[in-house]
């Protein structure tokens, strides 16, 4: 605590650590402490102790880090046969070398170490070695990659907590280069995963295919596969995305993808995206997905007057057939299959989606919106309309509202006489229209903000230099900021804006002019010509920021939050960091729920002794539509005059 807070005593912890470790260094070879040993390791609670220190004294300082680097590499190397006792040993040291300024062959060797503790057979030395390892992957990544497999292989473990750590870490690994191997293992453990974190799961698994997909052809049949696996767990959002890639494919991943989405929801109707995914897309391309000479056989033709396919097959009387839940798991190492379904076919799965109890209303509209769609793709076989038609006239009389109005609709423009204008309304859709939202820098690894600022950062107060009066000193400090990520900033510029400069006491003939001044501290309104620049505008939220001058070196920002969807907004959470040179103090807001319609406000006030150019880094979250949603923003559009 005293080093954290004071660099005379940083310093001096960091003259200490070539004498401890010394004393490490006789604990290990085994000439001190003999009459404490366990197991045949010297005092290994001494040993565990000191360790410790070393990790404190030694964090900020690399000379101190390189006094312990042999003896921590004397410490790792140790056998680990004497059970629990090396294993704790193992751990404290390998959680040292990650936690002081070492070289990358002290890293790779404690990253080795919780290789070594995470294959073996004790749960309790898994699981902790996955929580450094999870540290570990911020500041080397290469060095964790060469335990996947390991990793890996502890995604089916037969303890909760070990397969919730190891599918946090494996995430994290997840790049370019080894996708394809990790996404299909993550996709293999997605059923064993706790039903709690699935659905994170699944978020997580759309963003790295999404992320990572080195063809549009990988990225769709991962999708396809992660909506089998886990379609109930999918975002709305992830599905529109996904679809939208579809749209503006060309007309073989068209093809390719619509049959392998047929074969699934031949399969399995349980998992509601897949369902969702699997009826539009057949829908809409339905002429893609059976046979080129299917729609031109003479012999649905000649068939249509007794209602029959192409195979002489009664399509009215398998209308509304049992579909499949999905019992059989999916083969994941097999590709997808291509079947090549005749119209009937087509038909005969819609209108037994529609009509599935396990389905959803949603996808049961979007079904009956299907049989429509393939009605006018299949044109030219009156058999198939008229058993499109008999489909739709099964749900004219639903209790749904929704779902009769559009069998009712659907069957009226199957009407003849509505031959002239059928074709414009079940044309092909455009690409879904949505807002594209990046993922967040840190959705394959949410810890990582933490994780980074404790392994790659010094304590602010270490850091001597005053980059007010030192510009070259502010400048190295902004160059070595820019190469940090977003979320690392934030947390750096917070911890070290500087100390608040004392206020000169009003006199006592001033007492009335500064009981106005206490007053109008605490007003949110600013004045009448005020400007609000937009900030945000996404979900439903808005913030704009209206500047106002307090002082001669003090700006009032007032932040209005304003809910312009149709559901509430909860949860509000508003974090601003300014640079070093700045000091922000930041008001409670005025509320943290917004119904619609309805706005709340905050009060930031900015000292800006150095009048530089305002800069603010925000981070906002909150909860709308059931979703929690979290942005990183940088604003720096005021004017010069708002200094």
């Known amino acids: 605590e005293l080093s954290g807070r004071s660099a005379a005593a940083a310093d001096a912890a960091a003259a200490l650590v070539p004498e401890l470790a010394r004393q490490l260094r006789e604990l290990a070879t085994g000439a001190g402490g003999g009459e404490h040993g366990v197991r045949g390791i010297g005092d290994p609670f001494l040993q565990a102790a000191l360790l410790r220190l070393v990790r404190v004294a030694a964090r900020g300082s690399a000379a101190a880090a390189d006094a312990a680097g042999d003896v921590l590499a004397l410490v790792g190397a140790q056998d680990d046969a004497a059970g629990n006792v090396a294993t704790a040993l193992l751990y404290e040291c390998a959680v040292t070398a990650l936690a002081i300024p070492a070289g990358a062959a002290l ?3 404690a990253v080795n170490v919780l290789g070594r503790l995470l294959a073996r057979a004790d749960s309790n030395a898994r699981c902790v070695a996955l929580g450094a390892l999870a540290t570990a992957v911020v500041a080397d990544a290469a060095a964790v990659q060469r335990h996947r497999a390991t990793v890996l292989a502890r995604l089916r473990d037969d303890d909760a907590t070990i397969r919730r750590r190891a599918l946090d870490l494996a995430f994290a690994l997840v790049d370019a280069d080894n996708a394809p191997a990790v996404v299909r293992e993550i996709l293999r453990a997605l059923p064993h995963v706790d039903a709690d974190q699935r659905a994170s799961a699944a978020y997580r698994l759309a963003a790295a295919v ?10 769709v049949d991962r999708m396809l596969r992660l909506l089998a696996v886990a379609g109930a767990h999918v975002r709305a959002r992830d599905l529109f995305r996904f679809l939208r890639l579809v749209a503006t494919a060309d007309a073989p991943l068209q093809r390719r993808a619509a049959r392998a989405a047929f074969a699934l929801l031949e399969r399995d109707v349980s998992q509601d995206k897949l369902v969702q995914a699997g009826v539009w897309l057949t829908g809409e391309y339905a002429d893609l997905l059976v046979p080129a000479d299917s729609q031109a056989s003479a012999n649905d033709s000649a068939n249509a007057s007794a209602g029959l396919d192409a195979d002489g097959l009664d399509i009215l009387g398998a209308l509304g057939a049992p579909v499949s839940t999905g019992d059989e798991p999916l083969d994941l190492d097999a590709d997808l299959p291509q079947p090549a379904p005749a119209p009937a076919a087509v038909v005969r799965l819609l209108a037994s989606v529609a009509r599935a109890p396990a389905v959803s209303p949603a996808a049961r509209h979007m079904a009956l919106t299907a049989l429509a769609k393939a009605a006018g793709r299949f044109a030219a076989l009156p ?5 499109v038609r008999a489909a739709l006239a099964q749900h004219t009389h639903a209790v749904d509202a929704e779902q009769q109005a559009r069998a009712a609709e659907f069957d009226a423009l199957l009407r003849r006489e509505l031959d002239p204008v059928r074709a414009a309304v079940v044309e092909r859709m455009p690409p879904p229209e949505y807002a594209e939202v990046p993922y967040d820098e840190y959705v394959l690894n949410p810890a990582a903000m933490r994780m980074k600022a404790l392994t790659l950062f010094r304590p602010p107060e270490l850091i001597a230099a005053d980059p007010a009066a030192d510009p070259a000193g502010d400048s190295a400090a902004r160059a070595e900021a820019s190469r940090q990520s977003v979320v690392s900033d934030l947390l750096n510029l917070m911890d070290e804006a500087p100390a608040p400069s004392p206020q000169p006491q009003p006199a006592a003939a001033d007492l ?9 501290a605490t007003s949110l309104s600013p004045p009448a010509d005020a400007v609000a620049y937009p900030v945000f505008h996404q979900h ?3 913030l704009t920021l209206t500047p106002s001058k307090r002082a001669a070196h003090v700006v009032d920002l007032r932040a209005d939050f304003t809910n312009t969807g149709d559901s509430a907004v909860s949860g509000l959470a508003f974090q ?3 640079p070093k040179s700045q000091k922000i103090q930041i008001h409670p807001p005025s509320g943290q729920h917004i119904s619609a319609g309805s706005s709340v406000s905050q009060l930031l006030r900015v000292s800006n002794p150095t009048q530089a150019q305002l800069r603010l ?6 909860t709308a539509d059931a979703q929690t949603h979290e942005h990183m923003l940088d604003f720096s559009g005021f004017p010069s005059t708002v200094v």
Not at 383 to 387: D, I, K, L, Q, R
């Open 576 to 578: 601003v960091a300014v």
């Open 210 to 219: 999404a992320l990572f997909a080195a063809s549009r052809e990988w990225h």
């Open 540 to 542: 439903g939220l808005r």
């Open 617 to 622: 880094r925000m981070k906002i979250a909150f």
């Open 107 to 109: 890293r790779g060797l």
């Open 512 to 520: 009335p002019a500064a009981a106005a001044d206490l007053l109008a």
């Open 383 to 387: 058999a198939v309309v008229a058993s």
